[in-house]
């Protein structure tokens, strides 16, 4: 996936998306978001200057996908107890089964960018909700971590349509997508195989002003940001006094 | 003739002072059973705990505990593989405290985890790359093993010891319980190891990542070393006090000068370890992912700032050891065990420090905050309930078996 920051207006769509495809819960009362759940989170971010060089950059964040350590060991996956979470090779995609976590929340601790969220509550949908629910996702219970998965459902869907049609090797950049990149108004989100030549990703994600969140922990995460903007990289990862991003070193932008 | 209840020789108080004297203790277990049927009825909800928070001060007190009874592998090792005899005088108490902290451990993880019920699949479903399998594995058999070695406590129990198998169990215990001692050290090092590696391998969360040998991070060592360190001088500050509630010697101060000296020693090895580790950390680990050693003591709301860092290694980590490694310090009972209490407090920070503060500390720069969390009263209570509960079972076995061998003697 990569997020151009410079197109995102922070509409949050992506997030009423995620939310409805995903059977994710909420409460009537949000306003402690460090117990709300949302598997996709608009921050905003500014440049910290005051009126009139104010600049402001709306950072849309799901869960990284990260490849980890050594292709394959995300911070979340190695420290799970019981293998409630997994690391899907060919697709890169971080899993959790809901059933067999038991809640000991030391993913959540192991993950940087707090993209693991914990069901202190029952899912509780109001009623007439409960008939919309989405029949490919289940509801996960109280007491289990929940995540983002890609919309591994649509991977899915789609893998078994290639196969019907014979081919299914080869899933077409159109055929997956997740519901946050179909949501996004402005196209800020570009979704698809980062290792197709074929697929936009490809591409973006070579561009001089894509760079990761929290890059230098070694996560390996497989979400791009794009920004021409030099405080907005300074603003996403971790740097000592004397250090520039990489896609500005040696320049003033 | 009717045999006492007592050990043979010993003056106990009366019922009802005993049954006064565990009044507030058992006021207070009650209210933490009501705490902790109200979460595990209605959920961590009635906990202060949130997504960044997701472990709060029951973990602290789980991991603290746990090292604060290591008192009862290392004494164990000493008493039953080194063969110092001096320490048989006080292994017994060390095995109940070791029951106390290792159970109240188990019962706080119990707690702490999101679906109960489902806690076996940590065995059944246990995959093996986590460091808190490992811990749960090695503490559950742990336990065993120290509740093997409580029961030959419990059987000399001298109405229990009328009964003629129970006597013959007893002695057949006492000749098998190097096997037990050694299977409890070893489990022990790996389950304190483990307890270290548990943030020493989040490579996400920079304060508390450590690189190390092999799989293990440093702080796999430096969490057993601590332990057996620290565990001892715990048995015996918690000795001490038993003897000033009783108003009677139980331990001769030999024992106490055994106990201080070879923790003491430890103590100091520790205490460089972790100066030396801090330093690596703080000058290539931290910096390597963009973050300068003060991004971590600067603007942290609970306002102890670097002086936590200070007070950790320095005031309750050289200071105590170098008090307890000088026979100066040993004998001067005061200094001994205000020595002993502020290795607690060390230990405690450093658990405190490797749990709560790095969650606490932000990661993203456009989050500049530290995270804040104070806990709920169900929190506070059932983090306090080890306490009552010690002094419940330490009372009654006071009470009931021949913890001290020593205590005939010395109160003739």
């Avoid at chain 2, 602290?60 to 005899?85: E, H, N, P, Q, R």
């Avoid at chain 2, 001769?252 to 201080?260: G, I, P, S």
Wanted: charged share 15%; proline share 6%; hydrophobic share 45%.
């Amino acid at each position: 996936m990569v997020i151009d920051l410079d197109k995102c207006t922070g509409c949050a769509s992506c997030m009423v998306a995620c939310y409805s495809e995903n059977n994710v819960s909420f409460r009537d009362e949000e306003s402690i978001k460090l117990l709300s759940i949302n598997w996709i989170q608009v921050y905003k971010i500014t440049n910290g200057k005051p009126f009139p060089d104010t600049e402001v950059c709306y950072l849309p964040q799901p869960c990284m996908q990260c490849d980890g350590k050594d292709f394959g060991h995300p911070p979340c996956v190695s420290v799970c107890p019981a293998v409630a979470t997994d690391f899907d090779t060919p697709t890169g995609i971080v899993s959790q089964i809901p059933v067999r976590c038991f809640g000991c929340r030391y993913c959540m601790a192991a993950c940087p960018y707090h993209a693991r969220k914990f069901n202190w509550w029952d899912p509780v949908w109001p009623a007439d909700m409960e008939r919309y629910l989405s029949p490919d996702v289940s509801p996960r219970m109280r007491g289990v971590i929940e995540k983002c998965t890609f919309c591994y459902h649509r991977f899915q869907r789609a893998r078994q349509q290639a196969y019907y049609k014979g081919d299914a090797e080869n899933i077409k950049e159109a055929d997956y997508q997740t519901a946050c990149t179909q949501a996004c108004p402005s196209g800020a989100i570009t979704f698809g195989d980062m290792d197709n030549p074929d697929h936009a990703v490809y591409t973006l994600k070579k561009s001089r002003y894509a760079f990761r969140l929290l890059e230098r922990l070694g996560t390996q995460p497989s979400v791009y940001y794009l920004s021409t903007r030099k405080w907005v990289h300074r603003a996403c990862d971790n740097y000592l006094e004397h250090e520039e991003p990489a896609a500005f070193a040696g320049k003033s932008a | 003739m009717t045999t006492s209840a007592f050990p043979e020789g010993v003056k106990r108080c009366s019922s009802g002072k005993f049954i006064l004297w565990l009044l507030p203790a058992f006021l207070v277990l009650l209210i933490a059973a009501y705490a902790m049927f109200r979460v595990w009825f209605y959920g961590l909800n009635q906990t202060n705990m949130n997504d960044a928070y997701g472990f709060a001060i029951w973990i602290w007190a789980d991991l603290a505990v746990i090292a604060l009874g290591g008192g009862a592998f290392f004494s164990g090792f000493l008493a039953y593989l080194v063969g110092v005899k001096k320490v048989k005088n006080i292994i017994n108490f060390a095995v109940v405290l070791g029951v106390v902290c290792y159970t109240s451990a188990l019962i706080l993880l119990g707690l702490d985890v999101g679906q109960p019920l489902r806690g076996w699949f940590i065995f059944w479903h246990a995959n093996i790359h986590s460091m808190l399998t490992e811990v749960a594995f090695c503490l559950t058999i742990y336990l065993g093993v120290l509740i093997v070695e409580f029961i030959p406590v419990i059987l000399e129990n001298p109405k229990i010891q009328k009964i003629r198998f129970f006597h013959h169990l007893s002695h057949n215990m006492h000749e098998i319980m190097a096997v037990f001692a050694a299977t409890g050290v070893f489990l022990s090092f790996f389950h304190q190891g483990s307890l270290g590696g548990v943030p020493g391998v989040l490579y996400g969360r920079p304060f508390a990542f450590r690189e190390g040998l092999f799989i293990w991070p440093w702080t796999f060592f430096l969490f057993t070393w601590s332990a057996a360190a620290v565990g001892p001088l715990f048995t015996a500050t918690m000795c001490r006090l038993t003897e000033f509630i009783t108003q009677k010697k139980l331990v001769k101060d030999d024992v106490y000068e055994l106990l201080a000296k070879i923790s003491g020693w430890m103590l100091l090895t520790y205490i460089i370890a972790k100066s030396l580790d801090t330093i690596y950390w703080a000058t290539v680990t931290a910096p390597a992912r963009g973050f300068a050693f003060m991004d971590f003591y600067s603007n942290n709301p609970a306002y102890y700032g670097v002086w936590i860092l200070i007070a950790e290694i320095v005031i309750c980590g050289f200071l105590p050891a170098l008090i307890l490694i000088t026979q100066k310090g040993r004998e001067n009972k005061k200094l001994l065990f205000g020595a002993a209490i502020l290795a607690i407090i060390g230990l405690c920070i450093n658990r405190w420090v490797m749990v709560l503060q790095v969650l606490a500390a932000p990661l993203k720069p456009f989050q500049e905050e530290w995270f804040v969390y104070s806990p709920a009263w169900t929190e506070v209570i059932t983090t306090i309930m080890p306490i009552a509960y010690g002094i419940v079972l330490i009372s009654i076995a006071y009470r009931y078996l021949p913890l001290f061998p020593q205590e005939k003697e010395l109160n003739p």
